[in-house]
């Protein structure tokens, strides 16, 4: 039977890739964001095998009724990618905007917290797998970088998901990129990773044996 992944950020960047690339590996694919467009023209690309959800993941309410939608349309939930996630426009702690941490905090923490929760009851169901976006800000330490103490968290968490899904036959994956050309950034970054290259990257993540549970991706540009 085809397999269901949810994608939280699929309206862009990674998100985007990875579900392109999730459905010409024989995946269904529940695409979430907020951009209802973006996600609308992807889904119409992809065909059958796709799904448009607008929701923002920092409501737990708008995550929960994006998985139970997805569970409707394509009778289950096999794996959870919570990939939406931001940057920050004034780095720093002294420089930094209190306000814009908040918006951080929720949607690189909260959301994702969110996403995981509203999704494990029908993981359980199918012993089915977490995949959660850190970054490789999220395992090196950055002169005062807030972002990358939000994925920190991510790293954590993941390893802590990993070790609660397995007495259940689940799975959990981080996947911890370098800089990748998305429009997380304001500049193209022609020489980085580029996003299919992270979506090609959770696909054979989420491919693998359900007895081997990659548990980090962590994934360089060489430029
Ligand atoms: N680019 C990099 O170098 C890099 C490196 C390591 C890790 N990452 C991480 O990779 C993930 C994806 O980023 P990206 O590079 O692909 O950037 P992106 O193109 O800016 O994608 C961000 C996605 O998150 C969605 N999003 C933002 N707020 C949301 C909300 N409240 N609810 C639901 N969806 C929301 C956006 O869609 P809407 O605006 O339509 O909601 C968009 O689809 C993030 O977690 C980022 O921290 C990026």
Known sequence: ???????????????????????????????????????????????????????????????????????????????????AGKGLDTPGTEQGDPEEWRTLVDLNIMGLLYTTRAALPELRKTKGHLVLTGSAAGRNHIKGSIYGATKWFVHGYGGNMSAEMREWGGRCTVVSPGMVDTPFFDEPKPDKIQPEDVGNAVVYALNQNPRAELREIHIMPTG
């Open 1 to 83: 039977m085809t397999k269901t992944l949810l994608i939280t950020g699929a309206s862009s960047g990674i998100g985007a890739e990875t579900a392109r690339a999730a459905v010409a590996s024989g995946w269904n694919v529940a695409l979430v964001a907020r951009s209802a467009d973006k996600l609308d023209a992807l889904a119409k690309e992809l065909g059958d095998a796709a799904i448009a959800i607008k929701a923002d993941v920092t409501e737990l309410s708008q995550i929960e009724d994006a998985v139970a939608k997805t569970v409707e349309k394509f009778g289950g939930l096999d794996a959870a990618f919570a990939n």
